[in-house]
């Protein structure tokens, strides 16, 4: 049965032009940062790029907060926040992508990742009065996930990939959507976005650090020295800005909407990879792409459905 949300945590219903700005914006950075691990996955390990990506988004998103004259560390009503979100959006699903991709191939991966929004939707559906699933809704979170299967194409197909590593893919996304619900009922008292996202990568990059030199030592880091601006740009640009939108988004619009990042992310990461890596740039890819955005665009722009019971 539908639930309605705490009173702080239902804000006014933004405008498109907010939601489409704040999704362009996530989609964008994120997307830009497979471009950035994809530069340094032949020689640091995933741990290790996990690790630094935390560390650099908590450092940068700290020194903002000095900057606001805000104390950086947590307040008691922040702790169990900031490491649920330091978990379910962070070291874990991180640590699960990272071994699920030793043996699985990106593409059905990727496609496994992609059901996220169709996940958060469906839970959301649930859980919240005010996110119930309209036709509209429901169309354009399938229509995306068509455009995803297309945009990757021959891929989703590719061999190899074990049980354990499509569960883990599996682990992954449910965490991801958790994450995405639990903001929804962080109480405004204790859910402004940038300190969200700051307490996030503070709990991240803490523990995948820990992992990460209790399992593969203090030499994983080295080869980093080899890779600084791209490191640097995947932990400012591409993690500390996107997740402080994001949470931003999520707590204005809700999680069904602000979930799209999910489907956009990858035509992002593709059009980075031809532009940038001159990677081929196929029919179905265009077409991919422009189903995405039209499964985005039924979604972001469905009202929201307050008042539902």
């Not at 700005?21 to 340094?40: D, E």
């Not at 402004?192 to 700051?198: G, K, Q, S, V, Y």
């Not at 030592?217 to 997740?243: D, K, Q, S």
């Amino acid at each position: 049965m539908a639930t309605t949300a705490p009173e702080e945590a239902t804000p006014q219903e933004p405008g498109r032009g907010f939601i489409a700005a704040n999704l362009l914006t996530c989609s964008l950075l994120w997307g830009s940062s497979y471009l950035f691990i994809k530069l340094m996955s032949a020689d640091v390990s995933p741990l290790a790029i996990a690790a630094s990506r935390g560390l650099l988004g908590a450092v940068s998103l700290a020194l903002w907060s000095l900057w606001r004259r805000r104390n950086p560390l947590p307040r008691r009503a922040e702790i169990l926040p900031w490491v649920m979100l330091g978990t379910t959006n962070g070291w874990l699903p991180n640590v699960l992508v990272g071994y699920a991709l030793v043996q699985l191939a990106s593409g059905p991966a990727a496609m496994i990742q992609a059901a996220g929004p169709l996940v958060t939707a469906l839970a959301a559906h649930l859980a919240f009065s005010e996110e119930r699933l309209s036709r509209r809704r429901l169309g354009g979170i399938l229509l995306g996930m068509a455009g995803v299967a297309l945009l990757i194409g021959p891929r989703l197909f590719a061999g190899g990939g074990t049980a354990l590593s499509v569960l883990a893919m599996i682990g992954a996304t449910l965490s991801y959507a958790s994450a995405n619900l639990y903001v929804r009922t962080v109480p405004a008292a204790t859910g402004d976005p940038a300190r969200l996202a700051l307490g996030q990568q503070m709990v991240s990059g803490t523990i995948a650090t820990t992992l990460t030199l209790a399992l593969l030592g203090p030499a994983a880091f080295l080869p980093l020295g080899n890779h600084l601006p791209a490191m640097l740009m995947l932990g400012v640009v591409a993690t500390a800005i996107p997740v402080t939108v994001f949470m931003r988004l999520i707590r204005a619009a809700g999680p069904t909407r602000a979930a799209m990042t999910g489907y956009l992310v990858p035509t992002v990461a593709v059009i980075l990879g031809v532009v940038v890596l001159h990677e081929a740039l196929e029919l179905r890819q265009v077409l991919g792409g422009c189903i995405i955005l039209a499964g985005v665009f039924l979604v972001t722009t469905a009202p929201r459905r307050v008042g539902a019971s």
